[in-house]
């Protein structure tokens, strides 16, 4: 039997200031690792672009768009955006998506 499951996607992409990109990969790998531990999430990835030298995107899953909002005030997440600021090129851009076909393999 299969149960609906509610997945709420938060993206995240950031993109390093010159010499910089070192910096910003660790921040946002420490991010990663802890924010897999909250309870709603059920993942987060971090992945760099084969295309632009110093772009980042974080996805995150949660179990509702609720949980994802609730997540951007935790001090996890405030911690995080304070460390980035001083190494970003440009503003991230931050979006949250209802999942049509996403879902978690077991």
Same mark, same amino acid.
């Given at each position: %039997?299969?149960? *609906?499951?509610? @997945?709420?996607?938060? $993206?995240a992409? !950031?993109?390093a200031?010159p010499?910089?990109?070192?910096? &910003?990969? =660790?921040? /946002?790998? #420490?991010y990663?690792? &802890?924010? #897999?531990?909250?309870?709603?999430? #059920?993942?987060?990835?971090?992945?760099?672009?084969a295309t632009?030298?110093? #772009? !980042?995107? +974080?996805?995150?899953k949660?179990e509702?768009?609720? =949980?994802a909002? =609730?997540?951007?005030?935790?001090p996890? %997440?405030?911690? %995080?955006a304070?460390? +980035?600021v001083? &190494? &970003? =090129?440009?503003?991230? $851009? @931050?979006d /949250?998506? *209802?999942? @049509?076909s996403?879902h978690?393999l *077991?």
């Amino acid at each position: %039997m299969t149960t *609906d499951v509610e @997945i709420a996607v938060l $993206t995240a992409a !950031f993109t390093a200031r010159p010499d910089h990109e070192s910096e &910003l990969a =660790a921040v /946002l790998a #420490r991010y990663v690792v &802890l924010a #897999r531990g909250e309870a709603a999430c #059920r993942n987060v990835d971090l992945l760099t672009s084969a295309t632009q030298s110093g #772009r !980042f995107v +974080v996805i995150e899953k949660w179990e509702s768009a609720g =949980a994802a909002r =609730a997540h951007l005030d935790t001090p996890l %997440m405030v911690d %995080m955006a304070a460390a +980035v600021v001083p &190494l &970003l =090129a440009e503003k991230p $851009t @931050i979006d /949250l998506l *209802d999942a @049509i076909s996403a879902h978690d393999l *077991d």
